[in-house]
């Protein structure tokens, strides 16, 4: 029998640098004259500091800026550490499993107490961890529930913060495809800044 | 729900616009003739074959096809494995990742080889650049690759007449990788770059909040990743990840990516069978169960987990959220997304996710899972689904046979026993894997330790697994801690199990139709290309599959249902 072995190697080994090698270093070469802004993580930097990236949520827990998702990542530890950069994942827990019910409940209980005057239905997206543990977003109701805190801790007119919001709400890209978002990172800079 | 809907028919018009003209492309790739990327690629091509010492027109049978391909996969595997244990001393390891234990090493090796990219493993946290690109993209494309020549092989063989060979496997590897995969992924890659899809060689960043965030060449595996219906995330959330997938748009570049060569190949099929109507007739048949599994995804995640009643949360869907069932989804693609993606990645082979299949509801969930244990023939993986559903197309005319007493004929190929008992075999050896394999699993304590959920979602972690792993498609009930000893070498082999014990049956049977003489049409002949026969093969697909899983499906996602009303 013909084991073809050099076809088998060379076409292997052949294949591999075409599609191992150049075609990665390619379409790095042409990202970065192209596009070396998206390609190097669309970082939001300040005075040579990197803030963040555009497209990763971080974690924000005070009264003063809103809440993102919640995120159930972990550090290298194996303890929880929120918005872990390095180490996506979310909590796959079923919806049958009472511990999901549980971590729920904490977290309604966590947003009533850091504001008791707002007692309406909490949006859903505010109170499930995100698939990758890095979602930079929140949905616009999202958002509008969590202003009457922010306004208040910062002693602004609800207006303004709702303003704010505004400004960084999107619709779905080209109006139809996925849902309308709030960027959570990019809002709370902009509150930063606001006077 | 208008606006679910909306989108799918985008996904739906695009995928049939790109598939028109890809189809009969492929089939030229295939048939070894001129293209338009001929001037700039023909030269590596004819260079491969030099080194190679073959000739691009040298025709094999069937034995020595298959031998070819088991070779090229075996060397698949010996790299991936020795990559893994050797990337601490190699370079583009800027985060110095360390070697990858025995059985996780095996395990990822025969996954990526198998196109199934099940991974127990987080990239971020376990993979060095180096190994990612020249282990797990190369893996990507040549899994890709044979999944697609094994297809083409079977559909020589339904039009050869009295033939010996059914074509050479390594000039259907060379020109599938060259003229149709490498193109399109450069394509796509960089579209997935244009909307913040990462692409680089630099080591993490770290943020003044003190937030490390992984980079990586990730663009260029995506676009293979979901081009090949190979699924392996670059980052450990997958297609979740904002890096690997960061808006509406890159979100519809992967569905649509997914289900092209697929459909596609459907198309090729009718160009090659030079009976186009024979081609239409199988992806009709694919679309009806498809959209079928759709609305029933998209219905069950857009209510909400049921779990959550009696708590202040709104689930409503409207235009202030996305709403549904959004434990484990993204606010940006929503559950609507999730649901259109979940059910394309399991309907072909590809595995990549965008939510966590986990925290589905019972009903969502079953759908990916009965669609995985279908076979992945609705569209399916690249080249895997059409073989897959051609073989369910020939015990389609052979019940038709049966019932007008001929004997059964497909595309003018006498259906004969040793077809039927290849097809019985490509059918029956995964069924019985993932049934056995589930089993045993529960029945081993270290095994069940590493279920997550409590109750039958429990073993509908378990039951999900063996059926991601036999089917090769790579998506998980994610909270099963699959990294063990057990489940690395158990759903390793399911995967070997699941690819190979398909792919030579399926070549036996190409190489035994390419010999038979042609048989023309007759009163007595059952079209294959009519509404009626679409009837026959999307019953024959959903009666096997359901009677082979519903007890199994009974014991998870359906009592976890009732259990959750």
Same mark, same amino acid.
């Given at each position: 029998?013909?084991?073809?072995?050099?076809?088998?190697?060379?076409?292997?080994?052949?294949?591999?640098?075409?599609?191992?090698?150049?075609?990665?270093?390619?379409?790095?070469?042409?990202?970065?004259?192209?596009?070396?802004?998206?390609?190097?993580?669309?970082?939001?930097?300040?005075?040579?500091?990197?803030?963040?990236?555009?497209?990763?949520?971080?974690?924000?827990?005070?009264?003063?800026?809103?809440?993102?998702?919640?995120?159930?990542?972990?550090?290298?530890?194996?303890?929880?550490?929120?918005?872990?950069?390095?180490?996506?994942?979310?909590?796959?827990?079923?919806?049958?499993?009472?511990?999901?019910?549980?971590?729920?409940?904490?977290?309604?209980?966590?947003?009533?107490?850091?504001?008791?005057?707002?007692?309406?239905?909490?949006?859903?997206?505010?109170?499930?961890?995100?698939?990758?543990?890095?979602?930079?977003?929140?949905?616009?109701?999202?958002?509008?529930?969590?202003?009457?805190?922010?306004?208040?801790?910062?002693?602004?007119?609800?207006?303004?913060?709702?303003?704010?919001?505004?400004?960084?709400?999107?619709?779905?890209?080209?109006?139809?495809?996925?849902?309308?978002?709030?960027?959570?990172?990019?809002?709370?800079?902009?509150?930063?800044?606001?006077? | 729900?208008?606006?679910?809907?909306?989108?799918?028919?985008?996904?739906?018009?695009?995928?049939?616009?790109?598939?028109?003209?890809?189809?009969?492309?492929?089939?030229?790739?295939?048939?070894?003739?001129?293209?338009?990327?001929?001037?700039?690629?023909?030269?590596?091509?004819?260079?491969?074959?030099?080194?190679?010492?073959?000739?691009?027109?040298?025709?094999?049978?069937?034995?020595?096809?298959?031998?070819?391909?088991?070779?090229?996969?075996?060397?698949?595997?010996?790299?991936?494995?020795?990559?893994?244990?050797?990337?601490?001393?190699?370079?583009? #390891?800027?985060?110095?990742?360390?070697?990858?234990?025995?059985?996780?090493?095996?395990?990822?090796?025969?996954?990526?080889?198998?196109?199934?990219?099940?991974?127990?493993?987080?990239?971020?946290?376990?993979?060095?650049?180096?190994?990612?690109?020249?282990?797990?993209?190369?893996?990507?494309?040549?899994?890709?690759?044979?999944?697609?020549?094994?297809?083409?092989?079977?559909?020589? /063989?339904?039009?050869?007449?009295?033939?010996?060979?059914?074509?050479?496997?390594?000039?259907?590897?060379?020109?599938?990788?060259?003229?149709?995969?490498?193109?399109?992924?450069?394509?796509?890659?960089?579209?997935?770059?244009?909307?913040?899809?990462?692409?680089?060689?630099?080591?993490?960043?770290?943020?003044?909040?003190?937030?490390?965030?992984?980079?990586?060449?990730?663009?260029?595996?995506?676009?293979?990743?979901?081009?090949?219906?190979?699924? /392996?995330?670059?980052?450990?959330?997958?297609?979740?990840?904002?890096?690997?997938?960061?808006?509406?748009?890159?979100?519809?570049?992967?569905?649509?990516?997914?289900?092209?060569?697929?459909?596609?190949?459907?198309?090729?099929?009718?160009?090659?069978?030079?009976?186009?109507?024979?081609?239409?007739?199988?992806?009709?048949?694919?679309?009806?169960?498809?959209?079928?599994?759709?609305?029933?995804?998209?219905?069950?995640?857009?209510?909400?987990?049921?779990?959550?009643?009696?708590?202040?949360?709104?689930?409503?869907?409207?235009?202030?959220?996305?709403?549904? #069932?959004?434990?484990?989804?993204?606010?940006?693609?929503?559950?609507?997304?999730?649901?259109?993606?979940?059910?394309?990645?399991?309907?072909?082979?590809?595995?990549?996710?965008?939510?966590?299949?986990?925290?589905?509801?019972?009903?969502?969930?079953?759908?990916?899972?009965?669609?995985?244990?279908?076979?992945?023939?609705?569209?399916?993986?690249?080249?895997?689904?059409?073989?897959?559903?051609?073989?369910?197309?020939?015990?389609?005319?052979?019940?038709?046979?049966?019932?007008?007493?001929?004997?059964?004929?497909?595309?003018?190929?006498?259906?004969?026993?040793?077809?039927?008992?290849?097809?019985?075999?490509?059918?029956?050896?995964?069924?019985?894997?993932?049934?056995?394999?589930?089993?045993?699993?529960?029945?081993?304590?270290?095994?069940?330790?590493?279920?997550?959920?409590?109750?039958?979602?429990?073993?509908?972690?378990?039951?999900?697994?063996?059926?991601?792993?036999?089917?090769?498609?790579?998506?998980?009930?994610? /909270?099963?801690?699959? #990294?063990?000893?057990?489940?690395?070498?158990?759903?390793?082999?399911?995967?070997?199990?699941?690819?190979?014990?398909?792919?030579?049956?399926?070549?036996?049977?190409?190489?035994?139709?390419?010999?038979?003489?042609?048989?023309?049409?007759?009163?007595?002949?059952?079209?294959?290309?009519?509404?009626?026969?679409?009837?026959?093969?999307?019953?024959?697909?959903?009666?096997?599959?359901?009677?082979?899983?519903?007890?199994?499906?009974?014991?998870?996602?359906?009592?976890?249902?009732?259990?959750?009303?």
């Amino acid at each position: 029998m013909n084991l073809q072995l050099r076809p088998a190697l060379v076409a292997f080994l052949g294949l591999t640098v075409i599609t191992g090698l150049a075609y990665p270093a390619l379409i790095t070469g042409l990202s970065k004259v192209i596009f070396p802004r998206q390609a190097e993580g669309s970082l939001i930097r300040k005075e040579g500091n990197v803030l963040g990236s555009e497209l990763i949520g971080q974690s924000f827990t005070d009264a003063a800026h809103f809440w993102g998702r919640p995120s159930v990542t972990v550090g290298p530890d194996g303890k929880p550490l929120p918005y872990n950069g390095a180490n996506s994942g979310g909590s796959n827990q079923a919806p049958s499993n009472p511990a999901l019910k549980q971590a729920v409940e904490e977290r309604i209980a966590a947003l009533r107490a850091a504001d008791p005057e707002q007692q309406g239905p909490i949006p859903v997206d505010l109170v499930t961890a995100s698939a990758s543990g890095l979602d930079p977003h929140i949905s616009p109701a999202a958002a509008e529930y969590q202003v009457h805190r922010v306004a208040k801790a910062r002693n602004l007119p609800e207006a303004q913060v709702r303003d704010l919001v505004r400004q960084h709400t999107e619709g779905p890209q080209f109006g139809v495809l996925g849902d309308a978002t709030v960027n959570v990172l990019k809002l709370n800079l902009a509150l930063d800044q606001a006077k | 729900m208008t606006h679910a809907w909306i989108q799918s028919f985008i996904f739906l018009g695009l995928v049939l616009a790109i598939a028109v003209p890809l189809g009969p492309f492929i089939a030229k790739v295939l048939a070894g003739e001129r293209t338009f990327l001929h001037p700039v690629l023909g030269p590596v091509e004819r260079g491969l074959y030099r080194l190679m010492g073959i000739r691009g027109d040298e025709d094999m049978g069937w034995k020595a096809y298959a031998w070819a391909i088991a070779a090229f996969n075996l060397l698949g595997i010996a790299a991936v494995f020795l990559l893994q244990k050797a990337q601490g001393a190699l370079p583009l #390891n800027p985060e110095g990742m360390g070697k990858v234990a025995t059985d996780l090493s095996f395990n990822t090796a025969v996954s990526f080889t198998t196109n199934t990219n099940w991974q127990a493993y987080g990239g971020e946290s376990t993979l060095s650049y180096l190994t990612q690109m020249l282990g797990l993209t190369v893996q990507n494309f040549l899994s890709a690759a044979t999944g697609i020549v094994v297809v083409v092989a079977l559909i020589r /063989g339904l039009m050869r007449r009295s033939a010996l060979g059914i074509g050479n496997a390594w000039a259907d590897l060379v020109r599938t990788t060259l003229y149709v995969l490498l193109p399109l992924s450069a394509i796509i890659a960089l579209l997935l770059v244009s909307q913040g899809t990462l692409q680089t060689f630099a080591a993490s960043v770290k943020t003044t909040s003190g937030q490390v965030l992984a980079m990586g060449p990730a663009a260029s595996q995506v676009a293979i990743k979901m081009l090949g219906t190979n699924g /392996g995330g670059f980052f450990n959330a997958n297609s979740a990840h904002p890096f690997e997938n960061p808006t509406g748009l890159s979100n519809l570049i992967h569905m649509v990516a997914i289900f092209s060569i697929p459909a596609a190949l459907c198309l090729a099929f009718g160009t090659m069978a030079k009976d186009r109507r024979q081609g239409w007739a199988v992806m009709a048949a694919m679309a009806v169960i498809f959209v079928a599994a759709l609305s029933v995804t998209t219905w069950a995640e857009a209510k909400g987990n049921p779990g959550l009643k009696g708590l202040p949360v709104n689930q409503m869907v409207s235009t202030e959220q996305g709403g549904g #069932n959004m434990e484990g989804k993204e606010v940006r693609f929503g559950a609507a997304n999730a649901s259109l993606f979940a059910t394309i990645t399991t309907s072909a082979s590809c595995g990549a996710v965008i939510a966590w299949h986990d925290s589905f509801t019972p009903l969502g969930g079953l759908v990916p899972l009965w669609l995985m244990q279908l076979g992945e023939v609705v569209f399916g993986g690249v080249g895997s689904g059409l073989y897959g559903m051609l073989l369910f197309a020939l015990v389609g005319v052979f019940i038709g046979g049966l019932m007008v007493g001929r004997t059964p004929e497909y595309l003018g190929k006498k259906i004969e026993a040793f077809e039927m008992k290849m097809a019985s075999i490509a059918i029956l050896l995964p069924s019985a894997a993932i049934l056995i394999g589930t089993a045993v699993a529960v029945l081993h304590a270290p095994a069940v330790a590493s279920i997550s959920n409590p109750g039958p979602h429990g073993f509908t972690q378990v039951l999900y697994a063996f059926s991601s792993a036999t089917q090769n498609n790579g998506s998980a009930f994610g /909270g099963l801690s699959v #990294n063990t000893p057990f489940y690395n070498y158990g759903l390793a082999l399911c995967m070997l199990v699941g690819r190979f014990g398909v792919i030579l049956p399926v070549l036996a049977i190409a190489g035994s139709l390419a010999r038979k003489k042609y048989t023309p049409e007759s009163v007595g002949t059952l079209p294959t290309h009519t509404p009626l026969f679409v009837g026959v093969l999307v019953g024959v697909v959903l009666l096997i599959g359901a009677l082979t899983y519903l007890p199994a499906l009974a014991l998870g996602p359906l009592a976890e249902h009732l259990t959750l009303r």
